[in-house]
DNA sequence: TATATTTGCACCCATACGGTTGCATTTACA
DNA sequence: TGTAAATGCAACCGTATGGGTGCAAATATA
């Protein structure tokens, strides 16, 4: 089975796993809670992205916490370097966008533990 | 059925079929002998390719011409904006390369009908 | 200790993927 | 006009995806 990041990002809800992760470790439960979908389908989205390197997992206690590896993309951004010829202006205008954000870093915020049993419905 | 750039780059050989349509606008046969999987199957790949934007056909006499679209990676190259601290130098550079281009359009470069039908074997 | 929370395990389901083969259709060309 | 080449169409196959449910197991906590 083919398990490599360009397939890791191909899904959207992966995609937005990652974004998430990508500011906070959270636990499954907390993580599944934002999403619209069954915990044993974020399992499973989760259970690619960690084949593919994209995020890994941390068992404290019988909670089990994930967070993103955003440089593994950067085989993503290699693969693409033979096309960066063809890539466009509105590429550049939000380069210069976000160069603005530089500064802020990704903070894990607040909750750690606390809330993520508020179930929603 | 979702069909966006992501999906489109997913799979390696529509990887390869990109980076081959990007060099040469080539016929369906063609292409198919560049690889070692069945015409059908390249057809297949050639419709999610089209269907995500990244490549167009164009249909001359009994042939179909398929060229890439490259510029379509862009959308690619703008959700990883959001990643670009977590990335590597050699993406820093192409940024950097990004920005000495501004004004240079992506131009479509030299070959267009010529060779195409050199068989191999 | 009893109970609640978190996760894991094992299925189930419909459909998409990646590939194939066989045959029909369209179009050049000798 | 007959034949060969290029493409299209349809069906099939095994496996992966993306989603679900139900229940067991492990571990906190009242």
Not at 16 to 21: P, V
Not at 39 to 45: E, P
Not at 71 to 78: C, I, P, Q
Request: glycine share 4%; charged share 35%.
């Amino acid at each position: 089975m083919r398990r490599d990041v360009f397939q890791g990002i191909a899904d959207p809800t992966r995609r937005a796993l990652l974004g998430r992760l990508t500011k906070e470790k959270l636990n499954l439960t907390s993580v599944a809670e934002s999403f619209d979908i069954s915990r044993q389908s974020v399992t499973k989205h989760l259970r690619i992205l960690i084949e593919c390197g994209l995020v890994t997992e941390q068992k404290e206690g019988r909670e089990k916490y994930f967070k993103a590896q955003p440089e593994k993309l950067s085989e993503v951004a290699a693969w693409m370097e033979q096309y960066r010829m063809f890539l466009s202006k509105s590429y550049d205008r939000l380069d210069d966008y976000l160069k603005t954000l530089q500064t802020k870093k990704p903070k894990n915020h607040e909750q750690r533990k606390s809330q993520s049993r508020n179930k929603r419905k």
